[in-house]
């Protein structure tokens, strides 16, 4: 496989290519809701109709505004079909021959897609996930011969640094920086790792990037290979993603077969292989060094920092672990350049987010969106607001790391450094927004029962210190704590906080430090008279002292 | 070797490198606490008691596992880690069943002692008083979960100094147990070489050897009559 051979493939596919294209969404949250039978009618539909030669039924990646699901769009009409059952699907088809469609339609210029801005998502909802064709046909592994034919591996992270990509699994870790130190560590074996073990609770980027576009992770992860100087790569994927895992092995598959990935890739020294490694249903497995002895087989568990991975990761390796949504990025940037790149998005958040949107609002769904976009845009415009004319309360980002942010606060852009100083985090990219009819408190005792049931119970203040905080929680809820309580409850927020091993710890009192910072009168009416309190009369001009 | 310099607790230390901060200080007769740390086996930097303050650093770092380097300035005694210290103690004190009084480590427990010197002398959290399990079947120890601070010492002698691999943890958060083997109960251990190790890396009473948990002596009263025969008759034989 070299260059000529990928452009005659791409042409290839192209030529193929037939003037109406119906996409049907075949990723989890459409397939639940029998988006497999919605397209074999329509596949049957089209054959009855013997329009066979001029219309191409594609499974494609995600569409998005999962709360219409199944969803189905026609090309070159942009026409949106919403819930589409197998029974009313044969009607799209009569439509091409200007029969009346019985089907909901949906608009395709609502804010929720005009506002998205796509890098990570590009493919998703176009491309064939399962056929490798259809990526090449969109540029797909492009960006790879060219980096393995014209840039040195210096050049590659000098793109990266430039782009200006941060981490995109959270914590926001300049990616640039990271690649160029694992291709400086000493070492004659090193590896790359894609994090996939996606688990905050109401986030499903990666599983859609997963499911719609994985040879764009691949890509990524060859890119990053041949920046650092590895051979070897790995993805861990949760059990609970068999549609992701599926689709993945055969992209590995596809990949190989071609030539992409394996050795000798386009006929280059460049040698690199991916495997998957199946997570077991721990989420402390998502933190970097549980996930790599997770992978070395051993006891999912953290280990202290330093040495990082980029030092010594896997078997004592130099290791390049990013999450799936980084490597995705990686293909674009390299095909448009890091300038381009750092063109979209704010002054120290670059390019664009991939968000889950859930909860109580309108549209549910997938959105990407330029770095800096205000909540507010997110939210009522492209979310739609509340549904039944409720209104919003708060948006809960970073999963059970992260915080809510009050609605007096939806003016805030989103990005890393803005969320972090109202006490949240950018994350992963889960976004739950909550009505009036919430309680914060409930919402603060749901995390921490997740983070008490997750912990791994390595070290003290994570394993007991949540049982404690979440007991502390329970009691406020169930009306039988005081303020002694309420102070405890702070007391140990601090040193959980401040003392966990990883971050899972560290991050685990934030849901509960962000409520208590945006809603603290809903703890306070919770709360039972001290029964201690003693009134005293205090002479005055005294000078009051505190005593611990 | 190369050797760095540093301050700890205001006093001027040097240490080879590649020696960790709690090295470095216990050889300068500064005392750090530590619980999951024993000497001669590796460093997991679990129990987060050998916590010290680092000049230019927001974390706090183990002491246990964390590096010298050259002008590090440490500080291992701090109202606030002396706080932390306590907290953490407490943590423990709640979590399981640790009564003092019934214990066959009573008087020469590491956390006890800790507990003493870390001057934590009562709980404020709420007691867990979790229903947990004592195995009796091994012929010569007997390991009684109520008193486990999941230290990890005794898997890591096990597996690295035995090399036994006998003992493992299984299950996460509260539920995380020692185990044996597979989980089965000590007695059935195919692996288990019997040697004793983790009993004597124990730091509470979760691991013991038979015969010496309170309780556990039963009198013979034939010895009164043997003894009494033997010196008034002449009788030794029984």
Redesign the interface.
Known sequence: MDLKDLLALKEKELAARKPIVIRCCTAAGCLSSRGEAVKERLERAVYDAGLGERVEVRGVGCLRLCCQGPLVQVDPDNLLYERVTPEEAGSIVDALNGEKVSVARGNPNDPFFTKQQSIVLANSGVVDPNRIESYVAADGYQALHQALHEMTPKAVVEEMLASGLRGRGGAGYPTGLKWATVQKAAGAKKYVICNADEGDPGAFMDRSVLESDPHSVLEGMALGAYAVGADQGYIYVRAEYPLAIARLQTAINQARRLGVLGSAVFESPFHFNVDLRIGAG?F?CGEETALMASVEGK?GTP??R?PFPAESGLWNCPTLINNVETFANVPAILRRGGAWFAGIGTERSKGTKVFALAGKIRNTGLIEVPMGTPLRVIVEEMGGGAPDGASIKAVQTGGPSGGCIPAEHLDTPVDYDSLNKLGSIMGSGGMIVMDDSTRMVDVARFFMEFC??????????C??????IH?LLAKVLAGEATARDLG?LE??CD?VK????CGLGQTAPNPVLSTLRFFRREYEELLLPDPFAVKLAVPEGTVSVEIR | MAVRTLTIDSKQVSAEEGTTILGAARDAGISIPTLCHLDGIYDVGACRMCLVELAGSPRLLPACTTMVAEGMDVRTQSDRLRRYRRMILELLFAERNHVCAACVSNGHCELQTMAYSQGMDHVRFAYQSPLLEVDLTHASFGMDHNRCILCTRCVRVCWHIEGAGTKNVSGRGTHARIISDLNQPWGMSETCSACGKCIQACPTGALFRRGMTAGEMERDRTRLEFLVNAREKKQWNV
């Open positions: 721990a402390v006891r280990r202290p330093p008490m049931d997750e912990s791994c119970g390595k070290c003290i203040p394993r007991a210190g949540t049982v404690q007991g405890q007391e140990l040193l401040n003392t966990s091993l």
